[in-house]
């Protein structure tokens, strides 16, 4: 893969799947790499831990940033105990797992940071193709945030979106020619319920990751058996 030498890039970093395989993706990428991880006020901040330990596995720095205000301005089953998940997409409407303005809030900090470190290329792992209905995971929204923050602080970020077009099957794949297969199916913790590894199963997010799991690996079973 080609480096962009002398450069250095910041993950916006959950401790799950896709930013981990796009922490991955990066170290591939950049000469230098960085992780911001937000608390929002998440019912499983196991994921804060998770992400910490893998920031140290992958020998990159790590910073913490508390959002919390976030979970006091609307209501979402990710953040209020009293909030039943929805495990579907309702018609005509966003699931309640949705936290309106998260993405819009977590890049606009990272951006505000990386500008205090020296760094222009920021990381994050949203996906228009297995985006469940979220407004700010789209491709359009990324790239009007872009220019918003390079004209709120006069500065050229570049938002680099590395799973924007692919789907959990692909990305999957991705992790596995970044040789961390294994490390992300059991080392993160992508699970609604708090679950790490395979997760719980039966939330909306765990069955999109298993569904692409499965899906590859029947590909590259496939593949080897030619």
């Not at 990324?142 to 680099?160: D, G, R, Y």
Request: hydrophobic share 35%; charged share 20%.
């Amino acid at each position: 893969m080609d480096t962009i030498y002398g450069k250095e890039a910041l993950v916006v970093f959950s401790g799950g799947q896709d930013s981990t395989t796009c922490l991955y993706w990066a170290l591939s990428h950049f000469s230098k790499v960085h992780t911001v991880t937000f608390g929002y006020g998440q019912k499983h901040s196991k994921e804060i831990e998770c992400a910490k330990k893998i920031a140290e596995k992958a020998g990159v720095s790590f910073r913490y940033m508390d959002m919390s205000f976030i979970a006091s301005l609307g209501r979402n089953s990710l953040t209020d105990t009293s909030i039943k998940m929805d495990e579907a997409v309702p018609d005509g409407s966003f699931p309640n797992t949705f936290v309106p303005g998260r993405n819009l809030f977590f890049l606009s900090a990272a951006a505000v940071y990386a500008r205090e470190i020296g760094v222009s290329h920021l990381v994050t792992g949203v996906s228009q193709t297995d985006f469940s209905g979220y407004p700010d995971c789209r491709d359009q929204f990324i790239k009007s945030l872009n220019v918003t923050l390079n004209l709120a602080m006069e500065s050229q970020f570049v938002i680099h979106t590395p799973l924007m077009w692919i789907d959990k099957a692909q990305t999957w794949e991705l992790a596995d020619s970044l040789g961390v297969l294994e490390l992300v199916r059991t080392e993160t913790l992508t699970c609604y319920n708090g679950i790490q590894g395979d997760g719980c199963g039966h939330c909306p997010a765990c069955r999109l990751r298993m569904e692409g799991l499965q899906k590859y690996l029947s590909k590259r079973q496939s593949r080897c058996s030619r």
